[in-house]
């Protein structure tokens, strides 16, 4: 079946630092990737759509400037928490939807990455 | 817009019992529905869905949904519960079927006794 793998799972970085996730849909391209954040005990939040060779779309109230996502292939895409601070600590998972395929049905989720700023 | 209400945010159920993790929702159009599953520090894992057709939708791990347009519910259930399917469990939603529309509920965490 599809798999999504997420890079790193755990990463811990001094406050003022930029950290990258990286989002792979190891057996499928996918054309468009979710970003999510989840804080502790509460449901995901749609951050951004990724959206490969284009920019991304990015939910309101969701920095831009702050999480930076690139999307430079078929099945890579990067989140990036530009000058993280304490209250950028989160769950942050991905989700890969295969190239010409909409539903979300066939939504793919990584296995997330736990974010600590100190 | 569309919602998904969890109305518990725990539940508790001995080893061997029936369980049931509740969900409502609200949208517009045809509703697609989906429940996943979701263990410590790992992301959702599907379990099932519901798009059409049989009311009673049966999915991974022995669990099944209710589709009730009635009460526009999507119940989740399994006959006999297992200590292991103690997890997070997520309700979501989807106005036909988007992915980037797909709204989840607050989660309910599932504890089975032994």
């Known amino acids: 079946g599809a798999v999504v793998s997420q890079h790193p799972s755990r990463v811990i970085c001094k406050s003022g630092t930029s950290v990258k996730i990286e989002c792979r849909s190891l057996d499928f391209q996918a054309t468009t990737m979710f970003w999510y954040r989840q804080f502790p005990k509460q449901s995901l939040m749609l951050m951004a759509t990724s959206n490969e060779g284009s920019k991304a779309t990015y939910e309101q109230g969701v920095e831009k400037d702050k999480f930076l996502i690139n999307h430079a292939s078929l099945t890579l895409s990067t989140l990036t928490v530009t000058s993280a601070h304490p209250e950028d600590s989160s769950f942050y998972i991905c989700s890969a939807l295969p190239s010409g395929l909409s539903g979300a049905n066939v939504l793919t989720f990584g296995a997330g990455s736990r974010l600590t700023v100190l | ?114």
Not at chain 2, 12 to 31: F, I
Not at chain 2, 36 to 45: C, D, I, K, S
Not at chain 2, 65 to 75: D, L, M, P, V
Not at chain 2, 80 to 97: I, M, N, T
């Open chain 2, 1 to 114: 817009a569309q919602s998904v209400a969890q109305p518990e945010d725990q539940v508790n159920v001995a080893e061997g019992n029936p369980l049931t993790v509740k969900c409502t929702y609200s949208v517009s159009g045809n509703p697609y529905l989906f429940w996943y599953v979701q263990y410590p520090n790992r992301g959702l894992q599907f379990l099932l869905k519901y798009i059409t057709g049989d009311n009673l939708v049966k999915g991974s791990y022995g669990f099944e949904a209710e589709f009730n347009k009635s009460q526009t519910s999507f119940h989740l259930k399994k006959p006999s519960a297992l200590v292991s399917d103690s997890a997070l469990y997520f309700c979501a939603v989807s106005p036909g079927g988007s992915a980037r529309q797909l709204t989840f509920g607050s989660g309910t965490q599932l504890t089975v006794l032994p």
